[in-house]
């Protein structure tokens, strides 16, 4: 079912039937190009805000007891995140809150909310904190694409020994944790008698001009970088996963690399079959 989930109508209509679990993927968010330039604000938190609220409110009327909510790293404290070499992101060290964005206010709101539900409602809800998930078929254009899918895109889209836009001085580091793995985790949790925040992500941090690097060499390109001003959120952001791998005896194994020249092929044929088009 295609739905808008801001209307109670189709939040209703979705969830009325027997499930034992609803995962609440949905929110409006993109890439820094989207999240901080501070234009998309109002519309970030109002729409993400009303999706959480009817979709919690409504999975509990028709006893849903156990949603998952996929929170994620923006909602830590951007004074712990100002050392790219060593940032904090370990569960505990939310709070005193100062996420670096209104997204990540909503999603730090949206986690006492579903936390709240089970407290007064006998829900058996769930909540992880996502670190940059990618992979094929994600958002790859149009201007909410995330890191590594504009890195490949504009990879793809290169000449051999050219050059591409990054935006900073790209020694800002992240962490990025492939789709399958983050499916993996979120199963894992959902499923457990832990409720959470936890975070779901790779420890394999890496800055963003590492990150380019990576991709050309998968393209067997050499790509230049051209560093220009653009928004580029925090310093420094990594996964911490002690927590996980306490409570689910679990954390992510897969390469950056092995999930990068699965997303890169993806994303060059996307390129391609564009091209294609507009010659046509």
């Known amino acids: 079912m295609i ?22 993927l949905a929110a409006d968010m993109g890439g820094a190009g989207y999240i901080f330039t501070g234009e998309n604000d109002a519309d970030i938190m109002h729409n993400s805000a009303t999706i959480n609220l009817n979709i919690a409110d409504r999975c509990h009327k028709r006893n849903i007891k156990r949603v998952f909510y996929s929170s994620s790293a923006c909602m830590y404290p951007a004074y712990n995140q100002e050392d790219p070499d060593n940032p904090n992101c370990a569960e505990h060290s939310a709070y005193p809150a100062a996420p670096d964005s ?20 006998g829900m058996t809800n769930r909540v992880a904190r996502y670190h940059n998930i990618f992979g094929p078929e994600g958002t790859w254009d149009g201007g909410k694409e995330k890191a590594p899918a504009a890195i490949c895109r504009k990879v793809a889209m290169a000449a051999n020994n050219s050059e591409i836009e990054i935006w900073g001085d790209g020694e800002q580091t992240r962490s990025f944790l492939f789709v399958d793995e983050c499916v993996e985790g979120t199963l894992r949790l959902t499923r457990s008698q832990f409720e959470g925040p936890v975070n779901i992500g790779s420890e394999e941090m890496v800055t963003i001009n590492q990150l ?3 991709v050309a060499q998968i393209s067997g390109k050499t790509i230049h970088k051209n560093h220009i001003p653009g928004p580029i959120g925090v310093r420094g952001r990594n996964s911490d996963n002690r927590l996980i791998e306490e409570k689910l005896g ?6 950056l690399t092995a999930g990068l020249e699965k997303t890169y092929e993806w994303i060059e044929m996307q390129v391609r079959l564009q091209e294609q088009r507009k010659a046509a």
């Open 250 to 255: 679990w954390s992510p194994s897969q390469t």
């Open 3 to 24: 739905g808008d989930l801001r209307e109670q109508s189709v939040c209703s209509e979705v969830v009325d039937r027997h499930f034992d679990e609803v995962y609440q």
């Open 212 to 214: 380019v690097d990576i």
């Open 102 to 121: 209104e997204y990540g206010w909503e999603k730090l709101f949206s986690e006492r909310l579903f936390l709240a539900y089970n407290r007064n409602h």
